[in-house]
């Protein structure tokens, strides 16, 4: 696959990037739509998602850089080229999530909230941004037969694009992608629910991409590794494990104001 989608002069405009993008602006104008039901201020709401994706973009690079330091080390003026690819979702996702609940412990808001409209969203973007490794061949899997990628029902230019050093491999971005649209699916259903509760989605968020992320990085060949152990598949486990407290723990309070379908007209 050719990662270049147009190229002018010296600059060049990369698949990766343009999805990156695309990802981001989705879940920008669902999460505030999403928040015209809660009379939220648009500034506070556009600065919160602000800081949020730049911390989290420069957490996901540090993160990546991080557990690639052999190359970069000798490398420094690649470090900041994110357009080419590297970025680790859970380097994002953690850095992101630590600047919403700092944002909004500063100006006395729900970060549960926020959090909660953000996840189906969130999930919606990382859809979208694994295509991007695809035109990057990158996040593929083992080696297998192009008869094995027919009978799972790939389409076949995903299956040309998995054709990478004289070999089949199975499109793990792909698997990926689809269990985030599913997810983004569900969670749109479940937050319409009367009686779930702020946390409550954005645990189940945790849940869900912890599930399908921990499976899915056993079949991936460019897995950053701590040791010998898959870094993703630690981070997944922690990080359902945490969702499943939140969820209980918000499951159990009685109180109705933490309601996530209550908004301010409500109360």
């Known amino acids: 696959m050719d ?11 990369r698949w990766y990037s343009v999805l990156i993008a695309l ?3 989705i879940a920008y104008i669902g999460i ?3 928040s015209k039901r809660f009379n939220i201020d648009k500034n506070f709401l556009v600065n919160v998602i602000f800081w949020a994706v730049l ?15 052999d190359y970069y080390g000798k490398h420094l003026n ?22 919403i609940i700092i944002y909004c412990k500063k100006y006395k808001f729900s970060s549960l909230r926020i959090l909660d409209m953000a996840a189906p969203f969130v999930l919606m973007a990382q859809a979208i941004g694994r295509w991007g490794n695809f035109f990057n061949s990158e996040a593929y899997g083992s080696i297998t037969t192009y008869e094995r990628l027919k009978e799972l029902h790939i389409p076949e230019f995903v299956i040309k694009g998995m054709y990478i050093n ?20 569900l969670l749109l259903i479940i937050r319409r629910i009367k009686k779930i509760k702020n946390g409550q989605i954005a645990a189940l968020y945790m849940m869900w991409y912890s599930i399908g992320r921990f499976f899915i990085e056993r079949y991936r060949t460019d897995s950053l590794l701590i040791g010998n152990i898959r ?14 407290i939140l969820f209980i723990v918000q499951a159990t309070k009685k109180s109705e104001d933490i309601l996530y379908n209550i908004t301010e007209k409500n109360k």
Do not use: D
């Open 166 to 185: 004289g070999h089949y491999n199975l499109p793990m971005f792909y698997f990926e992608s689809i269990w985030c649209i599913i997810g983004a699916i």
């Open 55 to 69: 911390i989290g973009i420069i957490g996901a690079r540090l993160y990546y850089v991080i557990f690639n330091m």
């Open 32 to 34: 505030m739509l999403e």
């Open 231 to 244: 870094a993703a598949q630690v981070v997944s486990i922690v990080l359902f494990i945490i969702g499943l």
């Open 3 to 13: 990662p270049i989608l147009i190229t002018i002069g010296n600059f060049q405009i």
């Open 78 to 99: 690649e470090i900041y080229q994110i357009w080419k690819g590297g970025l680790a979702i859970h380097g994002g996702l953690l850095f992101g999530i630590l600047t």
């Open 23 to 25: 990802g981001l602006l």
